[in-house]
């Protein structure tokens, strides 16, 4: 039997929208708009998608409802969610009345922004086609311009865009890109934007991993049956957002949302420590032979290497008011080891090119300037460097992708020693200056480099066992 509802999808409103309706957002945002439709509120949400997968039939099918299984192997628990009350894709998108969308969301991940690497500013390449033909877009940013000159148009109301990827910054990003595509594109437009858009800057977290055949299957025999647009995540949840609105808003805090005047303290605490931990995995775990982040968090030589570097992160932050910094990798820890979440590391991998540099070379330049060592942060960075380019599926199909995976590769298959591939790779402009700069952390990636790339994944587990055990008894 399928979990019930306790509200009529039919009696919600379209007053929300979200851009990339994929798995992580049907399992957190909607999350939270359910919440509130079962206290009473009457905010549904139009989903669009503008690249595939195209969802728009099942959801259809499904009458709007889907299945969200929560599970850490202690506690399940099966919820019924029917505020995504409509769901569009790139042919029916353009269709989408916005003129009673007050509040909007997005995830597109970092490369749909259209943004040249590491800075706020739009690549006009990437929207070439939708600046030859601005009413007809194709891209999110281009998308969102249009619907936005045809509110200013139509004298719209103040709408907020809410970006929730996780990348830093993310509310200066869409705000930067959309700026500047509109004054290329629309020119009237951006001066409405400023007096009747707000992009607030928000920070999410929920491990949800790609369906598999087995999740889909719990996921079957848990909920009462197949579902199409159903998911499987942990319990845990957090959704904090900027405190800038430009007009109505959905009380989210009544779900458990923190609305804050500084995001930036919890923003840089889950880049640091929690997907920094998975991005180091992604590195380290496959090395050593892992597929997942289960796999990777439940190697007892890995958790130990995990503590090092989660006091090391650490060390790099201010603690979010109401926080504690130890016991939130504690709980990172825990999250990546819980036995019914199986995230594959080729997955978290992919594009590390774009999250490596807020996650891991931030906080070692960081160190670096107080004068505090950040091999851990080296480590992870040698293992991008031998392991980008390399497309091979995992034994379930996943592959890693990575823009800049082409380039590491002729990269390394030129690099003549480790010593000149370190200064090479840390000389791209994706990472600090500092760091190609800094002897010492050009020696500790060229160390790693050269152990990394010698032994087999058993060899290097026993490397990393060495490197913790020197540290635990210094």
Request: proline share 7%; glycine share 10%; hydrophobic share 40%.
């Amino acid at each position: 039997m399928k979990p019930a509802l306790t509200y009529t999808p039919g009696a919600l409103r379209p007053r929300a929208a979200h851009l990339g309706v994929g798995a992580f957002h049907r399992a957190h945002q909607q999350s939270y708009y359910d919440d509130l439709a079962r206290a009473g509120g009457d905010w549904g949400v139009v989903g669009i998608n503008l690249t595939p997968p195209d969802l728009a039939a099942a959801h259809a099918a499904q009458d709007g409802i889907y299945a969200v299984l929560t599970d850490d192997g202690q506690t399940r628990a099966c919820r019924g969610i029917g505020t995504l009350i409509g769901l569009h894709d790139a042919r029916s998108a353009p269709d989408v009345d916005w003129s009673g969308i007050d509040f909007a969301t997005l995830t597109i991940t970092e490369k749909g922004y259209c943004h040249r690497s590491g800075s706020f500013e739009l690549d006009p390449a990437a929207v070439a086609a939708d600046l030859a033909a601005p009413e007809a877009p194709v891209t999110a940013i281009g998308y969102l311009a249009w619907m936005l000159e045809r509110r200013r148009r139509a004298g719209g109301e103040p709408i907020t865009l809410a970006s929730c990827d996780n990348v830093a910054d993310n509310g200066r990003l869409l705000g930067g890109v959309l700026r500047d595509y509109a004054a290329r594109a629309f020119p009237g437009l951006p001066d409405w934007i400023d007096r009747n858009v707000a992009f607030p800057t928000s920070m999410v977290d929920r491990i949800v991993p790609a369906m598999s055949a087995s999740s889909r299957a719990r996921l079957e025999a848990a909920c009462g049956g197949p579902d199409a647009l159903g998911v499987v995540a942990e319990p845990f949840r957090q959704w904090v957002i900027e405190n800038r609105f430009a007009g109505p808003r959905p009380a989210l805090e009544r779900a458990g949302v923190q609305i804050v005047d500084d995001l930036a303290p919890h923003e840089h605490m889950k880049h640091r420590l929690l997907n920094g931990l998975q991005s180091a995995y992604a590195e380290l775990g496959r090395l050593c032979g892992h597929e997942s982040s289960h796999d990777a968090a439940t190697d007892p030589v890995l958790s130990d290497w995990a503590g090092l570097f989660l006091r090391a992160q650490a060390e790099t932050l201010a603690c979010p008011e109401g926080e504690d910094l130890t016991a939130y990798g504690r709980t990172s820890l825990a999250r990546l080891q819980n036995p019914t979440i199986h995230h594959p590391l080729n997955q978290i991998a992919s594009d590390a090119s774009f999250k490596l540099p807020q996650r891991i070379a931030a906080p070692a330049a960081e160190r670096l300037a107080r004068g505090a060592p950040a091999e851990l942060q080296a480590m992870v960075l040698a293992g991008w460097a031998l392991q980008a380019g390399d497309t091979r599926p995992d034994s379930t199909g996943v592959p890693t992708r990575d823009p800049m995976g082409e380039e590491m590769s002729r990269r390394r298959a030129a690099a003549r020693d480790a010593a000149g591939f370190a200064r090479e790779v840390l000389g791209l402009p994706l990472w600090p200056a500092r760091l190609g700069q800094d002897a010492g952390f050009v020696a500790d990636m060229a160390r790693w480099l050269r152990a990394f790339a010698q032994g087999d994944p058993r060899q290097r587990r026993a490397q990393i066992d060495d490197f913790v055990r020197e540290r635990a008894n210094a």
